[in-house]
């Protein structure tokens, strides 16, 4: 399945990825975690140590400018649309204890020239992860699809957008909602993250009627920690994954039996 994790800048898009990613491993599956949030912060809640360099691949000038026919720092007023891009994966992923990272980078927006050959190629490289990888790809993304094309959103499983017991959030999940039509993206889910009690449950069901919910995250000491980077994603206790556990089994629903527990 491939799965877009979207929603508000801190709900904790990247938080919910990783330990997907996590539960995923840990039940035998193959699954690559794309970071294409611009706070690019999936590394370090998988526990990647900061001396092992990771190159987001917006910022592989020269490589992007040699793909799509064009020059470093030169407007291009031409160049190739779907530039090569199957044999990124392979070279620019890192492997932490079994999960596979691919740190995006983002476009600045408001760019020009140059903005553009690099926005073709993450789109295409997005759509070949998506399209064409035979395992489990979580695309941890921004507030937006704009890195998702009509072809590419329509290769998701499904977006879970991510909230938190807030009316900015709320707002945010109704906009995403309007976007995902937008391109034909219908299979949209909403998990509640940082729960602190019965009644945050209750204000997400009532203010997000219309919306699949997935589940619910309670924010929990291991939770803080990982935020804290007191501890990473890969070392909680397998007791505290069990919220996340059962998103999982209501995302895949009869498509996929996974030994999740």
Request: with cysteine; net charge negative.
């Amino acid at each position: 399945m491939k799965v877009a994790v979207t929603g508000k800048g801190g709900v904790g898009k990247s938080t919910l990825s990783a330990l997907m990613a996590r539960v995923l491993r840990d039940a035998g599956r193959k699954v690559l975690l794309i970071d294409a949030d611009p706070d690019m912060n999936a590394a370090t809640i998988l526990g990647v140590p900061p001396e092992r360099s990771i190159t987001p691949i917006v910022e592989l000038k020269e490589l992007i400018a040699e793909r799509t026919g064009t020059e470093v720092g030169k407007s291009a007023p031409f160049f190739k649309m779907n530039p090569k891009v199957s044999d990124i994966p392979e070279k620019y992923c890192i492997d932490q204890d079994g999960i596979k990272l691919l740190v995006m980078g983002t476009i600045l927006k408001g760019g020009g020239g140059c903005a553009c050959p690099e926005n073709a190629f993450l789109k295409s490289l997005l759509a070949h992860l998506v399209i064409n990888r035979k395992e489990w790809v979580i695309l941890d993304m921004e507030a937006g699809i704009e890195h998702l094309g009509r072809g590419t959103a329509l290769g998701v499983g499904r977006m879970l957008i991510v909230a938190e017991p807030s009316r900015t959030s709320v707002e945010t999940a109704f906009r995403i909602k309007k976007l995902a039509a937008d391109v034909g993206m219908e299979r949209l889910g909403v998990v509640g993250n940082k729960i602190q009690g019965p009644e945050e449950e209750d204000f997400l069901k009532e203010r997000l009627q219309g919306f699949e919910i997935l589940g619910f995250l309670p924010y929990t000491e291991a939770i803080r920690r990982i935020n804290m980077s007191d501890i990473d994603a890969l070392s909680i206790d397998g007791e505290a994954l069990e919220p996340v556990r059962g998103i999982l089994r209501s995302l895949v629903g009869t498509e996929e039996q996974l030994p999740i527990g």
